[in-house]
């Protein structure tokens, strides 16, 4: 038999959906895949950073100088924070010189050409999104206090001289600002003069309402800098906005992006006025939830013109701004904004839905350079499932849902004349997050292998504005499942998928979501929890800083709603849940405790329904090392190819009926 596809005719066989024998392997996905992120330029150097599951999930800095590719950071260093549990904003580079945390204890680094040089042992401070001064003098950071242990970790943002060097035990860093329960983005202006930054309370979540702040910075003589006539230039007029992401252009302009027209867009303010200006209204997005620090969603560019990144109906593109008018540009599927490098084009994360992640460097139009690859892909074009972007109508008429839908795709394989594929279904975590069209293995393990896959924008998720996003207020558990059900219930209609044989799998608030939808339909034949929430309660009362208050905009305030979140606690709704379901928990996880996992499965257990915990040692919210990626995908995929009694040798087994949770290695 023949199909012609992206690459040409080539041979195929016919076997059963979910039985394809795939080139993407738990080896490729978990131990010849890095983890890309966070590219900064520093004038002709490139810099990021590599998550190494062969290295136990080390996370190094890397520098491309002069065509060449080398680490910043030995071993044993890990690049990375802790502050709000997901962290970001791990380094700085200035002139050459190089500011990281050291995720492992907290600690503040420099590297000024040789060994790395101790700026604070942490001993309870963590460190986050920073930021040098124009001259390279001062580093500004958050800092996270973790040091009094009955007490909520206090947020600052404070200055650290890099050229004194006293014991790193004292140095904490100067605050600058205290006070609000969350702070981020130090950002000071090119002539020193000013520093803007963005802080927020309880129980607002920075996508829920922020304020803008700025203050006068004054240095006198060798003493650390100090803020002085602070004031809102936004978020403080009783108005609930979400400002983030400040920056400043050349010319001194502080420019914000802000959802006060209902979508974040970019706006300029004035540092004598509070009045912004909309520099190009649209109804599209240009920002994305600040789940974790330094995110650029834009570029000022020493012409004038601004480089933006643009999410609409999911999918994100370039354009440039200019005196209110937008324009396309060509610089590939950046996950973040291009960064310009000196003298020659730009820099960015490329994402595109038909490769794997790689650190690039090119000019719009052309071709990029590939500094560095995620891994290189034993893919064909035509094992390679694409993303159609699919909209069905949501329950009781309340409009559009959006979903990316994958239909299976290997060159070798094709489903018996008459079958449907079997649909896997993913609930994205957050839950204030969003579903992209960037290539994944969560995916294209799946497709690969004859899975049909939907990765749904449930109500609350981000790229489709500010009212999209409040679809969740107070109805997290109801909202993204009923959308989930719909998305589900529109490929069925439609023919594309096999109605009998979906299954759901999420992570994190996502887990939620799945053990919420098996209790509520019975359009699935299971469902797979990784980390996931189990017991709000629970979560309200024994979470981290950052989202010991998250649940009084997705369900109400704790304990006074008390009885709702009972009613949209999977661990409340296990006489309703009568098919297998699969648990993949990290011992050490501090968002999601694996007591939540744990009292799940022993009431499923209790009423007979076929069930399997598996944790991981040294593993916290998300799996970072090689043998537990390979362990929970090759799991996953035996679950299901046994739930659904697909015709695969050997039979796989999960152990559905042990009495306890197993250790997993």
Known sequence: MTQSGA??????????????????????????????????????DIYWIEGR?????????????????????????????????????????????IAFSNRRDGSLWLVEGGKPRCLSTGAGLWYADLTFSADGRFLFCVREDHRAEDEEPAAAIVVLDCTIKTDPAFNGGTPLVMGPDFLSSPRPSPDGRYMAWIEWDHPAMPWDATRLRVATLLQEGDDPPRLAAPWSAAGDDGQAESVIEPCWDAAGRL???????????????????????????????????????????????????????????????MVSIRDGMVTPVGLGHPSGCPVPVEGDGFAWLDAP??????????????????????????????????????????????????????????G?????????????????????GRANPAFSFKVQWWTSRGFAVVDVNYGGSTGFGRAYRQRLERQWGVVDVDDCIAA?????????????????????????????????????????????????RALAQDTHKFESRYLDTLVG????????????????????IRVPVLFLQGLDDRVV?????????????????????????????GFRQETTIRRAWELELAFYQQVLKLPVSPAPHVDLTAPQSVKAV
Not at 8 to 14: M, P, V
Not at 412 to 432: N, Q, W
Not at 563 to 570: I, K, N
């Open 7 to 44: 690459s040409g005719t080539t041979d195929t066989a016919i076997r059963p959906y979910g039985t394809w024998p795939s080139p993407v392997s738990a080896a490729l996905v978990a131990g010849k895949t890095v983890s890309l992120s966070d590219v900064r330029v520093d004038g002709r």
């Open 53 to 97: 599951p062969a290295e136990g999930g080390r996370r190094v800095l890397v520098r491309a100088r002069a065509g060449q590719v080398a680490d910043v950071t030995p071993a044993p260093f890990d690049v990375g924070t802790r502050v709000h549990e997901y962290g970001g904003g791990a380094y700085a580079v200035c002139q050459g010189v």
């Open 255 to 317: 420019l914000a992006l802000s959802d006060r027209s209902e979508w974040w867009n970019l706006y300029r303010f004035d540092t004598t006025s509070s009045a912004p200006v909309a520099l190009a209204p649209m109804e599209a997005e240009i920002g994305q939830p600040h789940w974790v620090f330094g995110l650029r969603s834009y570029v000022p560019l020493p012409d004038g013109s601004i480089l933006a990144m643009v999410i609409n109906d999911g999918d994100s593109r």
């Open 353 to 410: 839905p038909d490769n794997v992640a790689a650190v690039v460097r090119g000019q719009p139009g052309q071709v990029p350079q590939v500094l560095r690859r995620a891994t290189e892909l034993p893919l064909s074009a035509v094992d390679i499932a694409r993303p159609a972007p699919i909209h069905f109508p949501l329950p009781d008429g309340e409009g559009t849902g959006h979903a990316f839908f994958y239909a299976p795709a290997n």
């Open 412 to 432: 070798r394989y094709r489903g018996p004349e008459g079958e449907k594929p079997p649909l896997v279904v993913v609930a994205h975590g957050g839950p204030t």
């Open 488 to 536: 589900c219930q529109y490929l069925a209609t439609t023919g594309q998928v096999d109605p009998a044989r979906i299954v759901i799998r999420g992570s994190s608030a996502g887990g939620l979501t799945v053990l919420l939808a098996l209790a509520r339909s019975r359009l699935f034949a299971a469902g797979t929890s990784l980390y996931g929430v189990t017991d709000l």
């Open 557 to 576: 305030p704790y304990p006074a709603d008390e009885a709702t979140y009972l009613a949209r606690s999977p661990i409340t709704q296990v006489a309703n």
């Open 593 to 621: 405790p694996p007591a939540q996992a744990e009292s799940m499965v022993a009431a499923l257990r209790g009423r007979g329904v076929p069930c399997a915990l598996y944790e991981f040692e040294g593993e916290g919210h």
